[in-house]
């Protein structure tokens, strides 16, 4: 039978349901989030947009920066690494934040490999664009996944792809042979025991957010609405006209997914929402990091 | 048997909604004043106690529940019980210590220490020994508060290491682990047996 190895790890990321978890540069930002109502941060040097505009290799954060922002809040703390890169990994746990984001958002440091997240404490949180990738990201020990969405465009088209993907993957599970069954695991590289846990649970067994390209209330409202538990928004707040409003209704938007008045509401007179990008004509998809 | 709510505006309601459902308990989600109106006793659950304080506030169900649980209760105003979990300990305590505390309901008599025991890398797992319950219960302690202070009037029901964990004041239960994440229903069957014998 399958079973979550840091169990303790997966409990924190159900603490995080039906919330939002904010990127903020500064413990300023973060001070920002946290009084919206964000029920996380995600700490780094620069949010997707200005990451994907400027190019260069993006690595972890400063563990100087970091540390502000720990000490700004009371709320958890995340931080991202790079896909493989072990060594950073370490020095996020050596600074107790309380998840690490294995993130394609960042340079991928290792061409064959993601980090081996069975040997850490601290809980990771991974990217996935559908099933497959999702099932080998839990195999390796992470205790929560969010799609990829296209982080840093506002276009939420990419959030939604991976959802149904992964939960039209699920679904599909149900209807396959003891040996269709075998082979998917075989050719997915995930052990047969967990594809047999998804096809009972018809879930993930860890929790699943959404990320990537989210940047109005009624974006999440859209992706809580398409069963994700959570809404992770990079770029989304701090790069809209008025990030305190815009942090506050998203996270109502969040909670409120079922209540149309409720979500009108907050919605109304938020000002410019981030500039957005047409994901077709994109240089770099990030989406496409660490598969 | 009257319905149980769980307040539903962030954390881990369905996990505590699926513990009702074991035990073929009506549950609903509660996440407005005309929701909080249907139940006869409510589960605050574990989440950020900041981030439900906002809710709490924003939607007035903070004031209903503290009306409801401090008033006579008459034919059209049934008393209210909770049974807050971590966040939920904290949101019940009337005072609450530690970095950026959010405004409590103030409705048992403790003190609380938000984060006590640390970050992530302090999160733990154990079994607990609850006043009343033969076989010790497993549980988890996520980012979990301290109770430091238990008032005159509050039993206290179970302790780990010398701390109160589990405590109660009147129609108030309150926990600082979490044993709805390992699909245990005992604690919820200890919730439901304080309400019947009122």
């Known amino acids: 039978m399958f079973r979550i190895k840091n169990s303790v790890g997966s409990d924190l990321a159900r603490m995080l349901k039906g919330g939002v978890i904010m990127d903020v540069v500064t413990a300023k930002q973060a001070k920002i989030a946290e009084a919206a109502g964000a029920c996380a941060v995600m700490a780094l040097e620069r949010v997707p947009s200005d990451i994907r505009a400027q190019g260069g290799v993006a690595r972890m954060s400063d563990p100087a920066l970091i540390a502000q922002i720990q000490k700004a809040v009371s709320i958890p703390v995340m931080a991202k690494i790079r896909i493989g890169h072990t060594a ?12 690490i984001d294995e993130s394609e958002v960042l340079t991928v440091s290792d061409p064959f490999d993601h980090v081996e997240k069975k040997q850490f404490k601290i809980p990771f949180v991974c990217g996935a664009t559908n099933l497959g990738e999702a099932l080998r990201r839990i195999s390796e020990g992470a205790c929560m996944i969010r799609t990829k969405g296209e982080a840093g465009t506002g276009n939420v088209v990419e959030a939604v792809r991976h959802l149904k993907l992964i939960k039209g993957e699920i679904a599909a599970l149900k209807h396959m042979k ?14 047969l025991d967990l594809v047999l846990n998804v096809r009972t649970a018809q879930r993930l067994p860890v929790v699943t957010f959404v990320a990537g390209g989210i940047a109005t209330p009624a974006d999440a409202a859209l992706l809580m609405e398409l069963g994700a538990e959570g809404v992770f928004v990079g770029s989304g707040i701090f790069k809209s006209s ?18 149309p008045v409720k979500v009108m509401e907050v919605s109304r007179g938020l000002g410019a929402a981030m500039a957005g990008l047409e994901v077709s004509t994109l240089q770099t998809r990030m989406q496409e990091r660490g598969l | 048997m009257s319905v149980v709510g769980v307040l539903a505006f962030q954390g881990d309601f369905s996990e505590h909604i699926a513990v009702l459902h074991s035990m073929h308990v009506p549950a609903v989600e509660v996440r407005s004043l005309s929701d909080l109106s249907k139940v006869g006793a409510l589960i605050i659950p574990g989440g950020e106690s900041t981030v439900i304080a906002r809710f709490l506030d924003e939607t007035r169900v903070g004031k209903e529940i503290v009306r409801r649980v401090l008033a006579t209760p008459t034919r059209t105003l049934p008393p209210l019980f909770v049974y807050g979990t971590c966040a939920g300990a904290i949101l019940l305590a009337k005072k ?19 984060n006590a025991y640390g970050t992530q890398l302090d999160s733990f797992e154990t079994n607990i020994r609850v006043k009343g319950i033969r076989e010790k219960i497993p549980v988890s302690f996520i980012r979990a508060p301290k109770i430091t202070r238990v008032g005159k009037g509050v039993e206290i029901l179970a302790e780990h290491q010398g701390v109160p964990v589990l405590v109660r004041q009147g129609k108030v239960l309150v926990g600082t682990f979490h044993s709805e994440v390992r699909d245990d229903a005992r604690i919820h069957q200890l919730f439901l047996k304080i309400i019947k014998a009122s």
């Open chain 1, 88 to 99: 950073e990994a370490r020095i996020l746990q050596e600074l107790k934040v309380d998840f």
């Open chain 1, 178 to 191: 003891p040996a269709q069954l075998k082979t998917y695991a075989r050719e997915e590289r995930v052990p």
């Open chain 1, 242 to 259: 008025d990030p305190k409003r815009m942090a506050k209704a998203i996270v109502q938007a969040t909670t409120h997914f079922g209540d």
């Open chain 2, 96 to 114: 609450v210590t530690g970095k950026n505390a959010p405004r409590s309901l103030k409705l048992i008599d403790l003190t609380i220490d938000r």
